[in-house]
RNA sequence: GCCCCAGUAGCUCAGUGGACAGAGCACCGGACUUCUAAUCCGAUGGUCGCAGGUUCGAAUCCUGCCUGGGGUGCCA
């Protein structure tokens, strides 16, 4: 259980107990939360809670004709009942009616010790309890390279699947090929055309082709494959071969590129497997027997606004061609997510041009007999790619970046994660090259792994010297920046924990940086090695705390898939 | 038209019911024979888009409006 939830269970049972012996009367209490304030003379923790049922109290109390309260007298009655606990060195009650908490220095100073002796479980949260979640992410069209905006959308997926990971989770992260449909014929018969223009036969690409110079790049692939060997087929043979072997360059190309950004993909999931296995027929049949399927202009349409009262849209699952519509691969897909390999929740991460698909993918699960609480769809919007403050338009022509691998080799994929990660999901992100190349203090990426490398090299430096981390005296640990570091450090659980509770991974670049900078303060106040033997109890209690902040820092770049450099 | 998102310091952004609204950058003034100065300390800087409402308490919740972006039935 975290530390918050410890102390808020402290004061219900105080309040609870209260009530018992009648120093406050018996009425239904709210659930308790503590705050951190931002004010340290108002302690580490505090509690609103007397200001939350002080009606509630004198409303029962003028039930009885027994006077009123105020919420500070409710306050310290509840404080009178508090138990025993080694967290806390002192509680007081101030007006308006907050209970602030003050943390014991010395079970404080202890932590440092427990971190060092349980490494970064000391941090895991159970919460997911051996739940099976699937992360699906990325997913976009086969058909060329990753834009750049596929990178924002990796670095919150991964990151949502390393935080639940971590705890308690388990986790299956997936990238669902649409590799049927219009697009991909275009694409193959695009590639086809080039494989031919490479031996000089003078056909031309489709109108609505791929014209990038990329294709060229896959057909001298398959040139250096299957050399001439291709040419005799019929353009109605070559198509689906060369949209097969155009999807497995492809496909090879984007596992490199998203490992390039220590994305790894567990499942590449194929949309027309779910024609060949008869999933698309039974959900069909499911749809149809419900009744959800009728006929309107030569297309078949399923009933969703049977299942979304606010909204009397329908939509198109088989197009007026015959032909199944993306809605129709959605509902066969999200039937095999969910019922054939029964996924206990899904998180589908989607750009925000995606809203109007999320809004409706509800229905369909309702159709199915599916809990649409089962699926969370994750919205995030667009990057803007800058240089310099302009924007880099996203133009082949312009000869300026675009692809994701691109921009990654020029800025590295530390700091396009932690820059990507720093905006709530919701936020539009004008990511300028410049800025994130720059290795300076405007770049915050450094900052933070230049306090893991400081740290690092405290304790090289310090084994060199025949001292290592002990716990022996951690009472030792009493400056204001070494108190203020560990409260810091255990703030942690409740980072990811809020992180995970609205999956949003920007809370952690955030945090990154206040324990970076917690850190640093205190690597400026307090020396941790000495040249004098008599200060040796204190270095070894201080590197214990040293020790902690490795471990702590590292784990957190672990979360956001980033490197925790020993030296830089 | 309708739906979704955003509007907080000069700039980039955190903060989704608690106390006097925060950080980074920029700007100004200090600190270096450093366990890595990619540093630290201090100062300046805000009618939280606007107007109502709910509440002991609102940047946060509700209603309306303004501005910007996105979406809006056979593309995905």
Redo the contacts with the bound molecule.
């Keep these: 259980m975290m530390l918050p939830d410890q102390i808020a269970d402290l004061i219900t049972t105080a309040t609870r107990k209260a009530q018992k012996k009648g120093d406050l009367p018996r009425f239904q209490l709210p659930s308790v939360?503590v705050?951190r304030?931002?004010?340290p003379?108002?302690?580490d923790w505090?509690?609103?809670?007397p200001?939350?049922i002080?009606?509630d109290v004198n409303e029962a109390l003028k039930a009885r004709d027994a006077g009123k309260l105020s919420?500070v007298q409710i306050g310290e009655i509840i404080v009178r009942r508090l138990p025993d606990n080694p967290y806390l060195e002192r509680v007081e009650v101030?007006?308006?009616?907050?209970?602030?908490m003050f943390l014991s220095p010395e079970w404080l100073a202890a932590q440092a010790g427990e971190i060092v002796a349980r490494g970064a479980d000391y941090y895991r949260l159970d919460k997911g309890q051996g739940k099976r979640v699937q992360v699906e992410f990325v997913?976009a069209?086969p058909t060329g390279p990753l834009h750049f905006g596929g990178a924002r959308n990796a670095a919150i997926g991964d990151t949502i699947a390393r935080l639940l990971e971590n705890n308690g989770y388990r986790v299956q992260r997936e990238y669902y090929i649409?590799d049927?449909?219009?697009?991909m014929d275009i694409f193959g018969e695009t590639l086809w055309r080039r494989y031919q223009q490479l031996h000089g036969i003078e056909v031309s690409i489709p109108e609505q082709g791929y014209p990038g110079a990329y294709m060229i790049e896959y057909a001298r692939k398959v040139q250096a494959q299957y050399g001439d060997s291709l040419l005799s087929l019929s353009d109605e043979e070559a198509i689906p071969k060369f949209r097969k072997l155009g999807l497995e360059i492809v496909t090879a190309e984007l596992a490199d590129d998203l490992a390039q950004m220590q994305v790894h993909f567990d499942n590449w999931f194929s949309?027309s497997s779910l024609y060949e296995d008869g999933t698309f027929d039974h959900v069909a049949a499911i749809l149809r027997e419900n009744g959800d399927l009728y006929v309107?202009?030569?297309?078949v349409?399923f009933r969703?606004?049977k299942y979304l009262p606010k909204s009397?849209?329908?939509?198109?699952f088989?197009?007026?061609?015959g032909?199944?519509?993306?809605?129709a691969?959605?509902v066969a897909y999200h039937y095999n997510k969910f019922v054939t390999r029964g996924f206990d929740w899904v998180i589908n991460v989607w750009?925000?041009?995606?809203?109007?698909?999320a809004?409706r993918m509800p229905a369909m699960l309702k159709a199915l007999g599916i809990d649409p609480d089962r699926l969370t769809i994750v919205?995030y919007?667009?990057v803007t790619l800058k240089r310099g403050g302009k924007e880099v338009k996203i133009s082949k022509r312009s000869g300026e970046l675009i692809t994701m691998r691109e921009v990654l080799d020029e800025v590295g994929s530390d700091a396009a994660r932690f820059l990507l990660l720093?905006?709530?999901?919701?936020?539009?992100?004008?990511f300028d090259i410049e800025l994130a190349v720059a290795?300076?203090?405007?770049?915050?990426?450094?900052?933070v792994?230049?306090?893991?490398?400081?740290v690092?090299?405290?304790l090289?430096?310090?084994a060199a010297q025949g001292l290592e981390p002990d716990d022996a005296e951690l009472n030792l640990l009493t400056h204001p920046t070494e108190l203020a570091l560990l409260h810091k450090m255990l703030q942690l659980p409740e980072v990811v924990n809020?992180a995970i509770d609205?999956l949003?991974p920007?809370?952690l670049p955030?945090y990154a940086?206040?324990l970076?900078?917690t850190f640093?303060?205190?690597?400026?106040?307090?020396?941790?090695?000495?040249d004098d033997p008599a200060d040796a109890a204190l270095?070894r209690a201080?590197l214990t705390l040293?020790k902690a902040t490795q471990i702590t820092l590292a784990y957190l770049l672990h979360l956001m898939g980033m490197n925790a450099?020993?030296?830089?």
């Design positions: 939360s705050n304030p931002k004010r003379e108002q302690g505090s509690c609103a809670l200001l939350q002080v009606r919420p101030v007006k308006p009616g907050f209970i602030n997913s069209n649409n049927r449909g219009t697009q949309e309107k202009d030569d297309a349409w969703a606004s009397d849209r329908d939509e198109v088989i197009r007026s061609n032909e199944p519509g993306y809605y691969s959605d750009a925000v041009d995606h809203q109007n698909q809004a919205l919007d667009l720093s905006h709530s999901n919701e936020a539009r992100i004008d290795q300076n203090s405007e770049n915050p990426v450094y900052y792994q230049y306090a893991h490398a400081r690092s090299s405290i090289r430096k310090a809020d609205r949003a920007h809370h955030h940086l206040e970076a900078k640093t303060k205190f690597y400026d106040a307090c020396r941790v090695l000495s270095s201080r040293v450099p020993e030296s830089m």
